[in-house]
């Protein structure tokens, strides 16, 4: 593992910082199967885009990447105004090899200088306002916040479904035990309560659901804003890629881990297998109308 760096991360370092509600840092990894204009476009969405700027950028990349991805991240190290994080400091952690998605977010919570951490993907689109809205609500004391996407393909102007979900603690709990109650590129956490549950474990593209079951379980304090502060690109192939044995696979590890954590019931485990389960194995077309039925 190698890091590069521009600048030094600290409390702040720009104008305004007395009335910033706590420093934090952007956790963004990125991999050989992304694209690397829609990289540039979530870098700036993220850093100088933003009403409340981050104290950091933290990139990982997970493995070797093609020459416009390695143009990409040679200009995000470029000093100053030439990157397209602009004046926001930035750290490059490089994994030789690919390691999947839990292992490069664990690498880049440990790289992170900062307690509170908002997570933004690759090829997603932090709206200007996200982190003046979420950082100063978990400043206050919640340990993980989530909020309401919207859904785009490739027109970041041309928006399709919105994805709202319970805001209320117990609401979310609920919820949890059948579905995931947060967007993942939308979330912002506390550092220590995301290791006091265990850290990110590999659970093939169920990683973050299982992280937060076990936050939940373990006490952290939750929410969710129910206002959209992420464009998520889904792009074509979003619905296939829901389905399938692989999903299903880790569909039916996730379900025993829930119930020997006895975070779900006998009757919910058999519940989620039966309902989740056949929902990985339907039609693309059956899988897409009954997600767009469960989002409205």
């Known amino acids: 593992m190698a890091e590069r760096g521009v600048g030094e991360p600290g409390a702040g370092g720009r104008a305004g910082d007395a009335a910033r509600p706590a420093p934090f840092s952007v956790l963004l990894p990125v991999y050989a199967g992304d694209d690397a204009v829609a990289f540039r476009r979530a870098v700036r969405s993220a850093t100088v885009e933003q009403e ?16 416009a991805l ?4 040679r200009d995000l190290i470029a000093p ?22 839990a292992c490069a977010l664990e690498r880049g919570l440990a790289a992170c200088a900062h307690e509170i951490v908002a997570r ?21 004391g919640l340990d993980l916040l989530g909020s309401a996407i919207t859904e785009f393909d490739d027109d970041e102007h041309c928006l399709g479904l919105t994805r ?48 937060f079951a076990r936050m939940i379980a373990a006490g952290a304090r939750v929410g969710n804003v129910a206002e959209p502060l992420v ?16 999903l299903l696979r880790s569909e039916v590890a996730l379900q025993r881990r829930f119930r020997a954590a006895r975070f779900t019931t006998r009757g919910q485990f058999l519940r989620n297998v039966v309902v989740r389960g056949g929902y990985r194995l339907v039609p693309e077309r ?4 009954a997600y767009r039925r469960m989002v409205a």
């Open 231 to 246: 464009l998520y690109r889904v792009g074509a192939g979003a619905y296939r890629r829901r389905g399938g044995w692989r």
């Open 70 to 73: 390695r143009a990409a991240l």
């Open 164 to 211: 709202v979900l319970p805001a209320e603690p117990a609401e979310i709990a609920a919820t949890a035990r059948f579905r995931d109650p947060f967007n993942h590129p939308s979330v912002v956490y506390r550092r220590s309560a995301v290791q006091a549950a265990g850290g990110y474990r590999h659970l093939d593209l169920m990683e973050d659901y299982w992280l």
């Open 80 to 101: 100053g105004a030439a990157s397209p994080a602009g004046e926001v400091p930035v750290r490059v952690v490089e994994l030789a090899r690919n390691e999947g998605l």
């Open 52 to 67: 409340l700027p981050p104290d950091e950028l933290v990139v990982v990349r997970d493995g070797p990447v093609g020459a």
């Open 286 to 289: 059956l899988r897409k109308a």
């Open 120 to 140: 933004a993907d690759a090829d997603d689109i932090s709206l200007p306002g996200r982190f003046a809205t979420q950082i100063p609500l978990v400043a206050a």
